[in-house]
């Protein structure tokens, strides 16, 4: 099973009235390996949590994860030395295929990633996004201040191959779907 299948599958049973997973097999497909792309290990959010860690190690704390939390994951993620270039280019190649899906839809006149409707692509990636943008207090109050180092070193690091489309259609999804303040 994929990364984030398994969440999928498990919103899908408990979703109300919007199925997230298409029902066309080609769509479908794109949605899951785009979902890995984000979600899977080696993806964005894993790329990201590298970042962090080697921000933590290479600062004793003072940037990215807190020192031990930084030590603790390190090993779980495969940090090396030299992981964090690394790292950063496949976020960019992570946002850069993103980009191009989003700009697809534009280009057929899709208010959302895959189509007309929301799936579950859309909330991943408004999701997986949120690191990048560099969240606010105001927008997730119950982030432990201890874990705010580590958004604003991955905002640093990578925040600028953020796209503006990209960062609206986060912001559109959360406005119209999640909701705000993020809920952790």
């Known amino acids: 099973m994929e990364a984030g299948s398994g969440m999928i599958a498990l919103a899908e049973r408990l979703g109300e009235r919007v199925p997230l997973v298409p ?37 004793e704390g003072r940037e990215g994860f807190p020192l031990p939390v930084a030590q603790y994951l390190a090993p779980k993620y495969g940090h090396a030395p030299d992981c964090a270039a690394p790292a950063r280019a496949r976020v960019a190649e992570v946002l850069a295929r993103l980009d191009r899906a989003l700009a697809a839809a534009r280009a057929a006149g ?3 990633l895959l189509g007309d409707t ?37 905002e640093r690091e990578v925040g600028g191959l953020l796209s503006a489309e990209l960062a609206a259609h986060r912001r559109f999804i959360h406005d119209e779907h999640l909701g705000w303040p993020i809920v952790l």
């Open 23 to 59: 029902t066309d097999p080609e769509t479908r497909a794109r949605m899951f390996d785009l979902v890995n792309e984000l979600a899977g290990e080696g993806g964005l959010a894993w790329s990201n949590r590298l970042l962090m860690i080697d921000g933590g190690l290479r600062s």
């Open 110 to 112: 899709h208010r959302y």
């Open 118 to 154: 929301l799936t579950a692509l859309d909330i991943y990636t408004a999701t997986f996004l949120t690191p990048i943008t560099g969240v606010t207090e105001a927008e997730c109050p119950a982030m432990r201040a201890a874990l705010r180092p580590a958004f604003t070193h991955v």
